[in-house]
Nanobody, 127 residues
Framework: QVQLVESGGGLVQAGGSLRLSCAAS????????MGWFRQAPGKEREFVAA????????YYTDSVKGRFTISRDNAKNTVWLQMNSLRPEDTAVYYC????????????????????WGQGTQVTVSS
């Protein structure tokens, strides 16, 4: 089993930055692609970013391209999401997930491909 714990959320003004961390325990996730998803109030959970097991490939939803950066350190069993130029519409609970079904690139953005999820961390961006 894999346990994922997110941290780094909080309240920030528009234009500010936050860095989310996702620490994995239980077993290594070095062979898993990892992703970040978010859920805003009253909305469905959506894909934000993903990274391949090696870190060589990254994927982003259009609304965060150029502002967010996903990275990982397999030695530390940790994944990060650096969020810059934050907007009020980025307000959501952010979830880290380990992919167990990322067999091709199009699967990275599919929630159904992820078998392990963290509890989430709240990010609130004020205008």
């Amino acid at each position: 089993q894999v346990q994922l714990v997110e941290s780094g959320g909080g309240l920030v003004q528009a234009g500010g930055s936050l860095r989310l961390s996702c620490a994995a325990s239980g077993r290594t996730v070095s062979s898993n692609a990892m992703g970040w998803f978010r859920q805003a109030p009253g909305k469905e959970r959506e894909f934000v970013a993903a990274i391949s097991w090696s870190g060589a490939r990254t994927y982003y939803t259009d609304s965060v391209k150029g502002r967010f950066t996903i990275s990982r350190d397999n030695a530390k069993n940790t994944v990060w999401l650096q969020m810059n130029s934050l907007r009020p519409e980025d307000t959501a609970v952010y979830y880290c997930a380990a992919c167990t079904g990322c067999t091709s690139s199009y699967r990275y953005s599919s929630q159904n491909a992820y078998g392990y999820w963290g509890q989430g961390t709240q990010v609130t961006v004020s205008s």
